[in-house]
């Protein structure tokens, strides 16, 4: 029964002798766990995994649990108290809050701060470190969760991978599809319409492969490949009116480095971008972004839907020249009333001028900021411990990197959420070899110290998970899918054939 519904049961003086009685086996239960005695004090700030010192984060997260880095820890006592009121605590293997109290301080320090107070057990010895801040941010995250592809590491053979979403104010995850429910195919960039769950692109790749378009509640499955293309329909972008999808098509190649730190080199033969019309089905073809001697890539529509960006190189020789290849980043105008792109390409940020190669850009929602990955060479930059963020502001043209968020490893796979406000990526600073996502929030250009996606238990969920994430990004509610029918139809024949224009 309740403790509301016992409390109603009884007069007030009943109601605190059952107070009594709950506090009392409360205190039994607990009183197995060791807590801090003769504790000896450190000016050492607490050494934890995830490293959340000093991060800012939204009132609608989960909570940032964390672990000592040393092992042989065995016990931890944590108080997180908030400068506006609130507190929490506990005592155990790992910091570890409930939801509901943690949710609740955070609303009530919104704009404030919390202070961390770390008090850990080592060989029956209790150390005091020094407290340490949290910052809560007057800006919610303003999303339900975040989509993924998680995939083992794999360069020849699929393996197991699935889509997932998360919901970010709990640790819950659910797979909206597994590549074994469709015979093994790769499943490839789930992606929706400025967070939009009612509205999305991905694809299977294989021997039935398919783009499949999630549309007015129905789904549509594209056949893979179009002769006039001479590729599959990938790194798909909606334009904000939901009508049209950028796409690139790419023949794509690997190889491998014999002595270097990098593992492997990706890189495209050719690749072009287009535009498709959802309503026609009709590949919308331009010469501007189709030229022979060239490779356009990554295409994404602005937020009004009035300009086409996208990245291009001049064409190497390969695989002996890939490492020549750099990307600018450019953009056309976009007529959604006729579906036709303009006539002439501005150059917003030029590889013979900085000697890096631009990839992934991705536009802030509110128009102001491109934010995109700046490599040494080419555009696959998951496998480039050099590749970082950057930030070009439309309104000034300046751009520069996002020092916060950058490390030593490789920083990609980035995406906005609706309000501007807050942006997730992939980094594989963790550990360099397994990308995790990690969030930040965004003011005046500069980034908050960003912090890994929380998880219930984080040492050992990050280091049990033999899977990368890859290409996330937000989604304002749950996506609603069924995997089973899902999988029938793409394991049937029926595909809807696109023409070109």
Sequence with gaps: MPMRKICSLYNEDMRKQVLNILSLLLLLLTGCQSRPQNAVTTDHLPEIYPDYTEVTI?????????????DEVTTMDVTVKGAKG??????????????????????????GKLTVSVNAEKDGQWTAYRDFSIYVSNYPLGEWGITYRRIPPSYQIYSKMGLYQRCLATFEEKAMLMNTQINGMCINCHTPNKTNPDQYVFHARGANGATIIHREGKDELLQAKNEFLGGSMVYPYWHPKGRYCAFSTNATSQMFHFANKKRIEVYDSKSDVFVYDTETHTILRDTLTMKLLWAENCPVFSPDGKWLYYITARRQLY??????????????AFDETTGKLGQQVDTL????????????PRPSYDGRYIMYTLADYGYFSIWHPEADLWLLDLQTGETQPITMANSEEAESFHNWTGNSRW????????????????????EGGKATKPFILPQRDPKRYYRELLDSYNTPDFTSRPVDTDARLMGKEIESNRRIITKTK
Aim: glycine fraction near 4%; charged fraction near 25%; proline fraction near 4%.
């Design 86 to 111: 609130g507190e929490l605590h506990t005592n155990g293997a790992f910091a570890d809050f409930n939801i509901d109290d943690w949710h609740q301080l955070l609303e009530q320090n919104k704009g």
């Design 349 to 360: 940020v030029r590889a013979a001028q900085t000697s890096k190669s631009v990839t992934w």
């Design 319 to 332: 695989p002996t020249d890939y490492d020549k290849e750099r990307y600018d980043l450019c953009r056309v």
């Design 58 to 70: 939204p009132t609608d997260i989960a909570p940032l649990n964390f672990a000592m880095t040393d």
């Design 423 to 442: 942006f997730l990526f992939t980094s594989r600073r963790d550990d360099g070899l397994y990308s995790r996502i990690y969030l930040s929030s965004i």
